[in-house]
């Protein structure tokens, strides 16, 4: 089966109205020795057609897609919990970092107010992460441990 007009550069509805469709018959019939017989058969598709084929053919496409994109996500990410958690705090950390550095050379009463904030909102980002590493440390040793018995 041949079909032609549909190229890639153009949208899909463009490329449905521009469809043909041609069967050809590759078989030599046995009554005819030299010469092949082929038809040919042009098939049109309506607007309503053209309409609901490209709906479906793009919702699938979107289908295909973000499915794709879910499994590449998540076989990027083979970190555990505890990691993410450390990265996210981390990311936190120097958010306010940033924002006591815009800060630093405004002595108005908000900006100190705003920076004794920030630093207390540092140190209990700090407690934590500091708290998941020492989680995290732990069960990286008693699993290396763990495997040293087996």
Request: aromatic letters at 0%; charged letters at 25%; proline letters at 1%.
């Amino acid at each position: 089966m041949n079909v032609s007009g549909l190229g890639s550069t153009t949208s899909i509805t463009d490329n449905l109205q521009k469809a043909q469709v041609r069967l050809t018959s590759d078989f030599v019939p046995l009554d005819s020795s030299s010469s092949q017989d082929t038809q040919s058969d042009t098939v049109s598709i309506s607007d309503e057609g053209q309409k609901k084929l490209s709906t479906e053919l793009g919702a699938t496409m979107h289908k295909n897609a973000s499915s794709a994109e879910i499994q590449q996500s998540e076989q990027a990410d083979t970190r555990t919990e505890n990691e993410k958690l450390i990265d996210k705090l981390k990311e936190q950390i120097k958010e306010l970092q940033e924002q006591r550095r815009d800060l630093a050379g405004d002595n108005s009463p908000q900006a100190q107010d705003q920076l004794k904030m920030i630093d207390n909102k540092i140190m209990m980002l700090n407690t934590q992460l500091m708290t998941l590493l020492k989680v995290q440390k732990e069960a990286e040793t008693s699993s290396s441990h763990n495997l040293l018995i087996s």
